[in-house]
């Protein structure tokens, strides 16, 4: 479970503060959750909060009863690490790596110390649950943006995160890949894993259970798909 209280953001730009999320709480059981909004509306932001990777003025993040501003920065890459699996907007691969070795890279930084046959062994489960293994050795600069994405998603759950948060992860898709994508993620939700994804699409917003818009900072609309 995550809960999210009273969570309020502000960024300074030049003389300006921005602010970001206004005195956000939401409490998201392991529902796959879709976060909506124009852009501006501080969807990135609140996943970043989420990740850890960025701190807020005011509030709590609890995921799995821990309270991730306590952490150090040590103990939350750790948390980080075997809690979440995060896909950017924009891949964030190694570009002259192969397929599996992007994929594995997330266990050289675990706290458990897999063998590299281990590490190999788990990234071609990954890999095979997305459904990508006909790509496991090919060098990611050559891929389609569809095939960088689910590479992207089989690195995040190579860990076994108990969360899988995902900003924008279908952004830059075509619809039969955005398909593809949406699966993929209903899929791994179906397994207990906890599934966030920012996007502006309402196609996908509607394929998730909870649909949650925030809007200049602050939730205005918190409600359950009703298409599915
Ligand atoms: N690092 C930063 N420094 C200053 N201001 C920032 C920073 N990051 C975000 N902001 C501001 O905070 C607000 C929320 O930004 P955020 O990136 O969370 O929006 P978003 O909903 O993800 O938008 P988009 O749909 O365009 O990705 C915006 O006004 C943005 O300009
Ligand atoms: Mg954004």
Known sequence: MIEIKHVTKEFIQGKQRVRALKDVTITLQNEMTAIIGTSGAGKSTLLHILMGIEPCEKGNVEIDNISIFDLTEKELSRFRNEYIG???????????FSVLENVYLPLSFSKVRYSKKEKIAKAKKAIDLIG????????VEDLSGGEMQRVAIARAIVGSPHYIFADEPTGALDNENTEKILSVLQ??????????????DMDVANQCKRIIRLEDGAIVDDRLSQTL
């Not at 990508?132 to 060098?139: E, N, P, S, V």
């Open 86 to 96: 995060i896909v950017m907007q924009h891949y964030s691969l190694i570009s002259d």
């Open 132 to 139: 990508i293994d006909y790509l496991t050795k090919r060098c």
């Open 187 to 200: 899929q791994i939700n179906k397994t207990g894993v906890g599934v966030i994804v920012v996007t502006h």
